[in-house]
């Protein structure tokens, strides 16, 4: 019976667009004009290349800003990660749940480890290896 619920599909996280790592509010602003004020919202709107192209085009900004962005909105669906984290992970390499939830989870903390010592100067603030854990069981059951 709980491995039954343990391979349930969860219900994916929903944020604030401002809540996205590296956003401008210039650029918040642009896409709340546009109508996108969360980010499955963000992934809705922008779900094809031509979508993101038609998207980057209305903003007047690079295509490289709006894949960024829904790649950090789609690791921001997995609700361990939220918006807190999707921003460590997309430096790691990792861009997107289904590329997380295939990677080695001792690989992916010791990439993560590295990562907070060569930007941060402090291991002490990475997240735990339990953590990561979650994320990557998260990652296999949140679906596409």
Do not use: F
């Not at 210039?26 to 038609?54: D, F, M, S």
């Not at 900004?61 to 939220?82: C, E, F, M, S, T």
């Not at 997309?90 to 939830?101: C, K, N, T």
């Amino acid at each position: 019976m709980t491995t039954k619920h343990n391979q349930a599909r969860i219900q994916p996280g929903n944020w604030a667009i401002g809540q996205l790592p590296g956003l401008s509010e210039q650029n918040q602003g642009k896409l709340e004009k546009c109508g996108i004020h969360t980010t499955l919202q963000l992934l809705q709107q922008a779900n094809t290349p031509e979508r993101r192209q038609q998207l980057a085009a209305q903003l007047q900004i690079h295509i490289q800003y709006i894949n960024k962005w829904v790649a950090l909105a789609d690791l921001a669906r997995i609700p361990a990660v939220g918006c807190q984290y999707c921003g460590l992970l997309l430096h790691a390499g990792i861009s997107s749940p289904l590329q997380l939830a295939q990677i080695p989870l001792a690989r992916l903390h010791r990439q993560l480890v590295k990562l907070h010592v060569a930007m941060l100067q402090r291991q002490d603030l990475c997240p735990t290896l339990d953590e990561v854990a979650l994320w990557v069981e998260q990652a296999k059951r949140i679906g596409k």
